[in-house]
Every structure is written in C-alpha cells, then in structure tokens.
C-alpha cells in the first residue's frame, strides 16, 4: 500500500462525533489504498450514495464535469511544495515604532511578541515539546476597517525579525473543485518553508460557520476549505495571524484557537499621534493647525486621517492657494466621515414591526419557490 497518496473524504456531516468519523475515514483510505494497489490505476474519484440520491442529483453528469475541470486545470496534481512555490514571503513594510493603537491594544500586542520570543525556552528547555509537539501562536485582529490590524501584523513580524506571508480570501479560492484546500496547505507549507510570519486578511471568508445540509459543489468546497484550515493550523509551527471585520461570522471551532485582539478606533490620545505623523515637516500649514483640535474629532480610524490629510493638500494646490489651513482640514476629515458607507455592524436595531415584515416577505418568496417547483416538475412529468 503506498502511503504517500494524498486522499481526501469530504462530506462527513458536523453531527457526526470525530472518534466515529476518524475510524470510518481510516478504513475507507485504507480500502481505496488497496484498490489502487490492485488496479494499478494512478487516480479514482468515488462518489457515495444512495441511489436515488445519485440518480437526484445527477452523479454520471456530475463525474463528466469533474473530469473536464481536471483537464482545464494543469495545477491539479501539483504536491503542496510544489503550488508552495507561488507564495512568496516578504520584509515587512512597516515597524513597530509606526505601530499607534491605545495603550491596552499594544499591551496585548507585545505580551503576543513575548510568548513568540519565549518558545524555544518552554517547548524545547523546558520540554514542553512532548507534550504539544507543534506549538504555535495564532492572532486573531478583529475591528473595524483603517484601525492598524494589516499595519500591526507587519510590525510584529519586524519585532520577531520574521519575514511575513500576506495572503487573502481571494489568493486561496478557485474555481476549480477542491483547489481552495491544497492552495491553504501550500500557504502555510510556504509559511514553514520561509520561517515566515502567516498573515491571512480576510478571514471571516475562511473561518466563517461552516455549512450544513450542503448540497451544491461550491459549498462543499468551501467546508473543505475551512477543515483544511483546521487541519493546518493544528500542524503549524509558527505564527499565524488573521485578520477581520467581521467576527461574529466566526465558527466556534477558530475561537478556541486563537487569542483574540480588538483594534478600536483609536482613542484621542491616539488620534493625535496620528495626526501629527500624517503631517510631514514640508506640508506648508497655518500657525492655527495644531493637531489637538484635529484630535478632538471623534469616530475616525488612521486611514480616514491619512485620507484627510491627502483631500486636503490636493484642494488646497487645486485652488491655487499656498497654506493648508485648519478648515481645510476639518473639512476633509467631516467630508470623508460623511461619505464613509456604514457597515450592518453599525446599522440600527430594526423594530419588531419591521422584522416580522421582513419575515413574512422572506415566506411569501419561500412559498413561491415552491409552488413554482411543484408546477415545473408537473411539467416534466406530463
């Protein structure tokens, strides 16, 4: 039997305790192993059903269309070094030095820093090691948009001396059926490969809840992504960061194994910093600019100052004038507060009398749905 074969079984339900799971994984590998060996073929696909699911859901089509992917795609028999070899790991662009969140923030950032540097002491000194063979830290950054979390990976990476590995939703997807889960392997086998700080954005996309009652292709490959996922983070020695705006998506598996930090927007005390590393020494400003007053307008992240500082001086050359003045700049940052789309997080509570509104709309549709299916497989069958 050739151990080195990589087979993968999806579609175990949730429901289904791991211990049974893992025994009927086993004896199935085990089975198609031999078969293989028998058969001498390189490759097989299996679909298990019952037949009336099969014939449901069109099993031989179903067969065809995954042979035809397979021919498109030149990738798909790629080993993980091998795909590994597309992600590339880089220095971080930015310092902790540049790093401005509020003071608690930080702490947590730093005592993160402290347990990365204190590794080699616990787990291989101490011996530590037995009894958690790949120790790790996985960071979760949850927050707002503009609050520091992309900035304050890179400065962590730069605080460890590590390379960083920037990979989003969209690097990891593809169009391609089963694809997603070998281009997460890859990541992080490039992560290990480069002693490379994981930084992941974008993460509700992966780590949201997985799904059940799947029937289509493209949810199941988005369960495979997300317990491929799982599977990686267990195995990984290194660091991992991910990054999100969304974290109440988040499947409670991932919650237990990372250490979650909270990006606010940034305090006065925070604001003012920024204000005044956004202003550089050539910007010609009027004797009234002081970066208190900036700071005291509130509900603004470092991008939206960064922004403001940039609408400004480009209207202040664009009139022809000569000083950026305290109003140009309060105007600025009010004008991009103004346009700033408002995520569903900051939506308003919607009344009683408008959820059951909105319910009794979603029956109807539901209702519709139906009916109209009843009457197309009337068709058919007549």
């Known amino acids: 039997m050739n151990p080195n074969r990589d087979i993968r079984i999806l579609g ?54 995954e042979s035809e992917n397979n021919k498109e795609n030149p990738d798909n028999y790629l080993s993980s070094e091998k795909r590994a070899s597309r992600y590339k790991s880089g220095r971080p662009i930015f310092d902790f030095e540049q790093l401005v ?9 730093l005592l993160a820093v402290d347990l990365i540097e204190l590794e080699p002491q616990v787990f291989d000194t101490w011996g530590l090691r037995k009894i958690e063979p790949f120790p790790r830290t996985a960071l ?102 991910f990054s999100t705006n969304l974290i109440e998506n988040y499947d409670k598996a991932f919650e237990t194994r990372v250490r979650n930090i909270h990006f606010p927007l940034p305090d006065k005390t925070s604001r003012e910093e920024i204000w005044k590393r956004h202003l550089p020494t050539e910007l010609p400003l009027a004797k009234d600019v002081t970066c208190e007053q900036l700071a005291e307008v509130e509900d603004v992240c470092g991008r939206d100052i960064k ?9 202040v050359a664009r009139k022809d004038k000569s000083i950026v003045e305290l109003s140009d700049l309060l105007d600025s940052i009010e004008r991009i507060k103004a346009a700033r789309i408002k995520d569903e997080a900051d939506s308003e509570e919607l009344s009683p009398e408008e959820k059951a509104k909105i319910s009794e709309e979603i029956q109807a549709s539901l209702s519709n749905e139906e009916q109209e299916k009843k009457e197309f497989d009337s068709l058919e069958a007549d």
């Open 307 to 315: 922004n403001a500082v940039i609408d400004a001086a480009m209207r």
């Open 101 to 109: 969140v509020p003071g608690e923030v930080k702490e947590d950032l």
């Open 140 to 241: 979760n950054f949850y927050g707002k948009p503009g609050t520091g979390k992309t900035l304050a990976a890179h400065a962590i990476a730069s605080k460890i001396n590590r390379p960083i590995l920037v990979a989003s939703y969209a690097q990891i997807e593809s169009m391609y059926h089963g694809e997603g889960s070998k281009n997460i392997e890859a990541i992080f086998f490039a992560a290990e490969r480069d002693n490379a700080l994981l930084f992941i954005d974008e993460a509700d996309s992966l780590l949201s809840k997985r799904l059940t009652n799947v029937t289509q292709g493209s949810e199941q490959a988005i369960n495979s992504m997300r317990s491929q996922l799982l599977i990686c983070l267990e195995k990984f020695r290194g660091v991992v960061i």
């Open 12 to 65: 175990i339900p949730d429901s289904i305790p791991e211990t049974i799971a893992a025994v009927f994984r086993s004896r199935l590998i085990t089975a198609v192993n031999k078969f293989l060996d028998q058969t001498n073929l390189e490759n097989i696909k299996i679909i298990i059903g019952t037949a009336s699911d099969l014939q449901n859901t069109n099993g031989e089509n179903y067969l065809s269309t």
